[in-house]
């Protein structure tokens, strides 16, 4: 089945949104120096958030193509609507963030950024500087490749055979050749630091076929999806996860830069870890809160309008240096941030989104 507001996909995308916003809001307090602890431990919360985005993302388009696109029987005319919902639901918004931040660019430094021209095809991971404008743009760039490609490819490989055998296979094979792929990529550019491995886009399509997988498993396998989502797993996986932070934390950031393991097989791990996790959440949470239904609501306008106004806080608790000050400009931010994206979501999201449901 597809999914209506599922209690447990809220939670996971509350978390993520939260996971970010903690990695971020860590600048807020980079003045204040305490023996002992390292505001940079924090960013871990900026990787796992994302990667809860990559395998939830992952999981619903992977219901979606199964239930779909990928079986139809006319699948050129169900790969055309299945990218028109996708884009209705992923570029409207994306695109009036981009326009703005170029706006306010050419106003505040005077100079008009030639980089939004990467961003409107999401080639920004493919350049050193354009990446760094409107940062956040990433692992949209990640997603939006996902989304037109892999339908295709899934779909070219089921011509052959249109089982869920078949599907299965191609996601493992898959899984196998991204994997492989960073590993020879890393391995003949050992330079290169983790966050630039983290970011190249095709090295990370992996993140969201484990949730593609997920889906397949929920669909094809119900026991042992079940199997994957009782207290067991979950505790496995959630052992498997802090571990990965305690190794974050002990290497910090040069340590991941320099550590073969870091930038290949952790992403692996890290995703396999939240597969239990997912599952979990989606199994056994049926408690609807109102504040994460709305906080998973607003999580993709936050996602992209926080930054900014995150930076621009930043600079003036960076002047003040005082603690007081600091948390009150970083509960103004998150106000103004929280505010705006409920704005977005109401009267510009929303509609979009009941334009698109015409493609069902």
Not at 55 to 69: A, E, T, W
Not at 160 to 169: A, C, G, R, S
Not at 298 to 307: A, E, P
């Amino acid at each position: 089945m597809l999914f209506n507001r599922n209690p447990g996909l809220d939670l996971f995308r509350f978390m993520a949104i939260a996971l970010v916003l903690l990695s971020h809001g860590r600048h807020f307090f980079s003045w204040y120096h305490v023996e002992g602890w390292n505001w940079w431990w924090l960013s871990v919360g900026g990787y796992l958030g994302v990667e809860l985005f990559f395998v939830l993302s992952g999981f619903l388009i992977g219901s979606i193509m199964i239930q779909k696109l990928l079986f139809d029987p006319h699948p050129l005319h169900a790969l055309k609507r299945f990218l028109i919902r996708r884009w209705l639901r992923t570029l409207p918004l994306y695109f009036l963030i981009l326009a703005i931040t170029v706006g306010v660019a050419c106003v505040v430094d005077g100079v008009c950024h030639g980089y939004w021209g990467l961003h409107v095809l999401f080639l920004q991971n493919f350049h050193p500087q354009g990446i760094n404008f409107f940062a956040v743009s990433w692992s949209l760039s990640v997603e939006e490749w996902f989304y037109l490609l892999t339908p295709i490819v899934l779909l070219l490989w089921l011509s052959l055979n249109k089982t869920p055998v078949m599907l299965l296979i191609a996601l493992m094979a898959a899984l196998v050749l991204i994997n492989a792929a960073r590993l020879l990529y890393v391995d003949a550019y050992p330079h290169l630091d983790w966050t630039a491995v983290r970011k190249q886009i095709f090295l990370r399509f992996d993140a969201l076929l484990f949730g593609v997988l997920l889906a397949w498993i929920q669909h094809y396998r119900p026991r042992v999806f079940t199997l994957l989502g009782s207290k067991a797993a979950l505790f496995i996986g959630a052992t498997m996860l802090l571990g990965l932070v305690a190794w974050y934390y002990r290497l910090e950031q040069v340590g991941l830069d320099h550590d073969f393991f870091s930038k290949t097989l952790m992403f692996t791990v890290t995703s396999c870890a939240l597969l239990p996790l997912l599952a979990a959440a989606f199994l056994h949470v049926h408690r609807q809160r109102p504040a994460i239904e709305l906080g998973s609501k607003l999580s993709y306008g936050i996602y992209l309008i926080h930054l900014p106004i995150f930076l621009y806080g930043i600079e003036r608790a960076k002047a003040f240096g005082e603690i007081g000050s600091t948390l009150l400009i970083l509960w103004a931010s998150l106000t103004l941030v929280l505010l705006l994206s409920w704005l977005l979501y109401r009267f510009y999201e929303r509609p979009i989104m009941n334009l698109r449901d015409r493609f069902n």
